[in-house]
């Protein structure tokens, strides 16, 4: 399950991740990502100073009828929750990020959606802020 901090809630912010957002999608999913201005304001400032709370990156789902039945569309649900859920260490925290199933999502499993959700998550995120590449390539002997 996803944290409430880490929930997109808002139609204004579904809308402008969808509008203004880079797309990648797959076989099963398309991952609308708006990485954000960072705000500079005082009051948050200050309310950070304090111990508020910091919000991180924000997820939200967009799973529609044509998925399937009601059990489907929960089901994809659930999964595409619990698996973004296990990204957002490697997210930005000004990204919101809105991730709509296609019709093929009812029929895969956890596995293909967590590579579909890591496929369109690698080509969505701008060069400067993806994960640094892993392995010894270009490493001197």
């Not at 990156?57 to 998925?67: C, E, M, N, Q, Y």
């Not at 260490?89 to 990020?97: F, M, N, R, T």
């Not at 967590?114 to 994960?131: K, S």
Request: aromatic share 0%; proline share 6%.
């Amino acid at each position: 399950m996803l944290s409430r901090d880490n929930r997109l809630t808002s139609g204004r912010d579904y809308a402008r991740a969808i509008r203004r957002g880079r797309r990648a999608g797959t076989v099963t999913l398309v991952a609308h990502l708006l990485v954000q201005e960072p705000v500079r304001n005082d009051s948050v400032a200050a309310t950070v100073a304090q111990g508020g709370p910091v919000r991180g990156p924000l997820v939200g789902l967009v799973v529609s009828k044509a998925v399937g039945n009601a059990v489907s569309r929960n089901q994809v649900k659930r999964r595409l929750r619990h698996l973004a859920r296990e990204r957002l260490a490697s997210l930005p925290g000004s990204v919101l990020l809105v991730v709509r199933a296609l019709p093929p999502a009812a029929g895969a499993t956890s596995a293909q959606l967590g590579d579909d959700l890591d496929a369109a998550l690698a080509r969505a995120l701008p060069r400067e802020l993806r994960p640094a590449a892993r392995g010894t390539a270009g490493a001197p002997a």
